[in-house]
């Protein structure tokens, strides 16, 4: 049962909610449940109780240790609530969450319970609900990689996502680097090689990446409209998807990037395209 100090009003929860906090609870038993935060006037209150029953007589560097280390496992605590609290609001009614594996919750709570800034706590969050969403969407190197993840690296992640469209799967399309539509929303060389570096894309300057085998029609999507590539031949054909690929990981997160669209950007690609012989319509 939730105690007085919890964030979260399980009396309120949506089905799929309700089932992700007890599934939680499962795998996390006894040590962060996200409805039984210790505030800190309690927790120390505790300690004083505790050191009283033994009878301690606890030295003054003793004293700062343990208020420092109930301060800390709170803090800790109230990520893992805030995390969990906005995952809540990204849950589908067609939810699983009893579905997701107890040893990929474990995981994930052990490396988000230090995240304290708003926007990284939002990221989480949204890989929290969609594991919910879709048991298995979320792999444990990608949990383990977010860990790594400064909020600097998170915003130039989100920056590349921009110009993603979405071909079959999503692609970001990146010609040339010194283009000004790419410098201008902070696309450069060496963004692209640190985002490359830290593993998140694969970046080939020199030679790019094509699609190759495609058939005569394929749809690409930029800003969720749909514009129809037909190329010269019936089958066989290939088409230019520029110089970065999203590695594994990569795409697992783009797929919960929401950047806002470049203006602008949709034109000059499908000007691209045009130029090298593919027409192209809505």
């Known amino acids: 049962m939730p105690d007085g100090n919890s964030i979260i009003n399980l009396g309120h929860l949506s089905k799929p909610a309700d089932t992700l906090i007890k599934k939680i609870s499962e795998a996390i038993e006894g040590t962060c449940k996200p409805w039984q935060i210790k505030r800190i006037a309690k927790a120390e209150s505790e300690a004083e109780q505790i050191k009283a029953l033994s009878k301690v007589k606890t030295a003054t560097l003793e004293q700062r240790a343990l208020r ?36 990929w919750i474990t995981n994930f709570f052990d490396k988000c319970r230090l995240v304290s800034d708003q926007q990284m706590q939002d ?100 800003k969720n409209i749909p514009f129809i590539l037909t190329f010269p031949k019936e089958n066989h054909n290939e088409i230019s998807i520029g110089k970065v690929l ?22 000059y690609i499908i000007k691209k395209w045009k130029e090298s012989g593919i027409e192209v319509t809505k």
């Open 68 to 103: 420092r280390f109930m301060l800390e496992e709170t803090k800790r605590q109230c990520n893992i609530e805030n995390i969990t609290a906005k995952s809540i609001s990204r849950l589908n009614a067609t939810a699983k969450p009893e579905k997701i594996e107890n040893d």
């Open 123 to 222: 990221i989480w969050s949204k890989i929290l609900a969609g594991e919910a969403n879709s048991p298995g969407r979320f792999s444990k190197r990608t949990v383990n990689f977010m860990e790594s993840l400064d909020k600097q690296d998170a915003q130039l992640f989100t920056k590349l996502c921009a110009f993603n469209w979405i071909i079959g799967n999503i692609q970001p399309i990146i010609y040339d680097s010194n283009e000004e539509i790419y410098k201008k929303n902070g696309i450069t060389f060496s963004t692209l090689k640190h985002l490359d570096a830290i593993g998140l894309i694969s970046f080939e300057n020199l030679t790019g990446y094509r699609r190759q085998g495609l058939q005569r029609k394929i749809i690409a999507i930029y």
């Open 246 to 267: 999203l590695t594994s990981i990569g795409e697992e997160l783009a797929d919960i990037c929401t950047p806002e669209t470049i203006d602008g950007f949709d034109n």
